[in-house]
């Protein structure tokens, strides 16, 4: 059934799953066959190689690949001559001279716009009827992990929500779920149809988070530009010569900061428009590595990383305790989460749009204590309101914040910050050394009023032992 959704383009009501997994992953795959009697080849195209020769002498009815197929595949792959990277190839399983199973792999294009630029897709997947519940797809799936085992990049797999065996092929070989969608038409036609990300694993619709994000071009006032710098600052002095991952990493404008010193750098947001722009951003970046994911349920191997970092996004999250138990998993023993969060001790603090729950100091240390880490708590920028100007300011501010008068978008707040404080400095694409005021941070245990405070930072370290 088609459901139009605008005048240029139509909804394919079948919904897809959408499954990742990041290379190197440390789980074990076995890339032996469970059944005997079959053998792998790997076909690669060539000015010459249009299509394997074995898919042409072999094509079955059921099969989703035809020859005008792989003559598109072949023509983007030499046609994609500036990518800083191209991947195809065809992996065929044969019993014999008979074709049993096939499983392609390809690099981004436009069918796949949630893909990065390093990312791989595999997919059409296939299996002869007489060969099926032999275990062929597993196998070809551990030998494509295998082939990519050292290349940091993201291994997709894209299947009908119906398609029972190619689920169970999916979560056997430990990719995770990042959401389920549709794939749309294009100008009513199938063959510029796209695959979207439309909803989250538990089946509801994502909120859209573009409009409470930091994004570069928008207006700030001196006081956010500090925040932020501040917060990248606090994150870089612990970063040096380690694997870090930033989740909810928005647009990614602090992500080059902490590459400085860091060996590598993942960063990723569930927001298809943020992690994109972030994607943009770094494309280039031999040591920064951006993807799409959800925080309850991150999609890497457990002890990847050195650090973990998030800020400004505890309070969105459905389930912390989830999210601080995926930390745990993912961070090396030793490892540390860094954190930041708006102070909603502080008398001028007003809620985002789609937050869950904040924090003050003692309840974020208590919720860092009860999933196994051990707190250090910071405050950072005290509430100077001094002068009458700044007075009336602040009454104003507390005002709008009881009467619930604070608009929900980072647009409707730019425009009370323009009356209220004049002209605002456009946020950076990258955060850049010296670029607004440092801020000092005051371990919480020697200040005296914590609610004066309108930032708290925390690190929270991994115990020894710990398990997730």
């Known amino acids: 059934m088609i459901q139009l959704?605008?005048?240029?383009?139509?909804?394919?009501?079948?919904?897809?799953v959408f499954y990742a997994l990041?290379?190197?992953?440390?789980?074990?795959?076995?890339?032996?066959?469970?059944?005997?009697g079959y053998r792998c080849v790997t076909w690669t195209p060539g000015l010459h190689r249009v299509v394997p020769a074995a898919l042409l002498r072999h094509q079955h009815r059921d099969s989703p690949i035809r020859f005008r197929h792989l003559v598109y595949f072949w023509i983007h792959h030499y046609l994609s001559l500036f990518r800083t990277r191209r991947e195809y190839l065809i992996l065929l399983v044969l019993r014999g001279e008979e074709l049993a199973h096939y499983s392609l792999v390809r690099s981004r294009d436009f069918r796949f716009p949630?893909?990065?630029a390093g990312d791989i897709q595999v997919g059409p997947v296939w299996t002869h009827p007489n060969h099926r519940g032999r275990g062929l797809a597993s196998y070809a799936l551990a030998m494509i992990r295998a082939r990519w085992a050292d290349t940091h990049c993201r291994l997709w797999w894209v299947c009908s929500r119906d398609n029972t065996p190619s689920n169970r092929v999916a979560t056997r070989q430990g990719l995770s779920i990042v959401g389920q969608g549709f794939r749309r038409k294009k100008l009513g036609l199938r063959l510029f149809g796209r695959f979207c990300i439309?909803?989250?694993?538990?089946?509801?619709?994502?909120?859209?988070?573009?409009?409470?994000?930091?994004?570069?071009?928008?207006?700030?006032?001196r006081d956010q530009l500090s925040i932020l710098y501040t917060r990248y600052d606090f994150a870089s002095r612990w970063v040096k010569g380690k694997d870090v991952l930033e989740v909810a990493c928005g647009a990614g404008v602090g992500l080059g900061f902490l590459a400085r010193e860091a060996a590598?750098?993942?960063g990723g947001d569930i927001e298809d428009a943020n992690w994109r722009l972030a994607a943009e951003t770094y494309q280039r970046h031999p040591r920064i590595r951006i993807?799409?994911?959800?925080?309850?349920?991150?999609?890497?191997?457990?002890?990847?990383?050195?650090?973990?970092?998030?800020?400004?996004?505890?309070?969105?999250?459905?389930?912390?305790?989830?999210?601080?138990?995926?930390v745990q998993r993912?961070?090396?023993?030793?490892?540390?989460?860094?954190?930041?969060?708006?102070?909603?001790?502080?008398?001028?603090?007003?809620?985002?749009?789609y937050s869950q729950n904040y924090y003050g100091s003692r309840e974020l240390g208590e919720l860092l204590t009860r999933n196994d880490f051990e707190p250090a708590l910071y405050a950072a920028f005290p509430d100077h309101s001094e002068g009458i100007v700044s007075a009336i300011v602040q009454r104003v501010r507390r005002a709008a914040v009881n009467l619930h008068l604070i608009p929900r978008t980072m647009k409707g707040k730019n425009l009370l910050k323009r009356m209220f404080y004049?002209?605002?400095?456009?946020?950076?694409?990258?955060i850049t050394e010296g670029m607004a005021c440092l801020e000092p941070l005051s371990e919480v245990t020697n200040v005296q009023d914590v609610t004066s405070y309108k930032m708290i930072y925390a690190v929270g370290s991994k115990r020894i032992g710990s398990t997730p």
């Open 422 to 430: 004049g002209r605002l400095t456009p946020i950076p694409r990258e």
């Open 291 to 326: 993807q799409q994911f959800d925080a309850h349920n991150m999609p890497f191997s457990d002890g990847s990383f050195d650090v973990v970092v998030v800020f400004e996004a505890i309070y969105y999250l459905s389930d912390p305790g989830l999210f601080l138990r995926e």
């Open 264 to 266: 590598h750098v993942t």
């Open 22 to 36: 990041t290379l190197p992953d440390r789980a074990s795959s076995s890339t032996e066959l469970a059944a005997s």
């Open 114 to 116: 949630f893909m990065g």
């Open 198 to 221: 439309e909803r989250s694993p538990s089946g509801g619709r994502a909120p859209d988070f573009t409009i409470i994000t930091e994004t570069p071009g928008a207006g700030a006032t």
């Open 330 to 353: 993912v961070l090396r023993p030793g490892g540390v989460l860094l954190m930041s969060s708006v102070n909603s001790e502080w008398p001028g603090f007003h809620p985002s749009a």
């Open 5 to 16: 959704s605008s005048a240029n383009s139509a909804v394919i009501e079948e919904t897809y």
